[in-house]
């Protein structure tokens, strides 16, 4: 069973960073895009980065520069590093995983796997 499980989130003051993982299960990362995504409340669901099975990789604008995604093979696992983090970015954090070769995509659509998400406050 292909199973995303999300952790790292937590509260941070404005400036600091939080490293979050995704840790997967039932499948392997060889063939499949991941993408990290952030909900706030009262806002629409946004594609933050995605990586593909080259290591391939797209970050929205309002985070390039500040947050990084990488991956682990060997551990089956995704991160996302934030670095300069601001209250913008408070908001539940999913990743989710497309069978997709070769690119990757910050579109929701194409994604059918998807964690339970994992909450990341940025406040003083």
């Known amino acids: 069973q292909l199973q995303l499980v999300e952790s790292g989130g937590g509260l941070v003051q404005p400036g600091g960073s939080l490293r979050l993982s995704c840790a997967a299960s039932?499948?392997?990362?060889?063939?499949?895009?991941i993408g990290w995504f952030r909900q706030a409340p009262g806002k629409a669901r946004e594609g933050v980065s995605c990586?593909?099975?080259?290591?391939?990789?797209s970050y929205a604008d309002s985070v390039k520069g500040r947050f990084t995604i990488s991956g682990d093979n060997a551990k089956n696992t995704v991160y996302l590093q934030m670095n300069s983090l601001k209250p913008d970015d408070t908001a539940v954090y999913y990743c989710?995983?497309?069978?997709?070769?070769?690119?990757?995509?910050?579109?929701?659509?194409?994604?059918?796997?998807w964690g339970q998400g994992t909450q990341v406050t940025v406040s003083s």
């Open positions: 039932g499948f392997t990362l060889d063939y499949y895009a």
């Open positions: 989710a995983a497309a069978k997709i070769g070769g690119y990757c995509t910050r579109s929701a659509g194409l994604y059918g796997y």
């Open positions: 990586i593909d099975s080259r290591s391939s990789t």
